[in-house]
Structures are given as structure tokens and as C-alpha cells.
């Protein structure tokens, strides 16, 4: 199971960068990679539930009371941890 997903587009520079860095734990199956353009319902589910307007982006996956949740690092409010179900949305 993943630690994490990345949410990510082919077309950004930025999101190619980081899968490279990210190599090793992608090919692993620690980050789940989710883009764009090959499964768009998914990713725009996630990013309309943590308002997410830029690639890349990264959600860390928790099991809070026996449920997996996707979590976010709140930067621009007060530093807090978003976390969250999101609806129709395998992690696993």
C-alpha cells in the first residue's frame, strides 16, 4: 500500500523533475502517482476535496480509526494537517 500520492500532470515540468526524484519510491509502490491525463475523474475528485489548484502535490495516506485518509500540510493557513475521505477515491 502507498504512503502517499502524488498528484501530478505530464505537461509540468516540475511534477516530471520530481518523479524522477522520486524514482525509486514510485517504482516501489510507496507513491502512488495520479495524473491528469490518464485518470482524470480521480484526480479532480482529489483535488476539488483540498482545494489543490497546482501540480505537483503530494497527500500523505494515514489510517486514522481504521480508515485511510488522505492528509495535507495546510501551508498558507496556520501550518495544520488537513486530512480527509474522499469519496469514490481507492488508496490502496
Do not use: W
Amino acid at each position: 500500500m502507498p504512503k502517499a500520492i502524488l498528484l501530478a500532470s505530464r505537461s509540468c515540468p516540475h511534477c516530471i523533475n520530481l518523479k524522477d526524484r522520486l524514482k525509486k519510491e514510485i517504482e516501489t509502490g510507496e507513491i502512488k502517482v495520479i495524473e491528469l491525463e490518464t485518470d482524470r475523474e480521480t484526480f479532480m475528485k482529489i483535488a476539488s476535496a483540498f482545494n489543490i489548484m497546482e501540480v505537483p502535490t503530494i497527500l500523505g495516506i494515514v489510517d486514522m480509526d481504521g480508515k485511510k485518509k488522505l492528509c495535507q500540510i495546510d501551508h498558507q493557513e496556520t501550518n495544520y494537517e488537513v486530512c480527509k475521505e474522499v469519496e469514490g477515491v481507492n488508496i490502496d
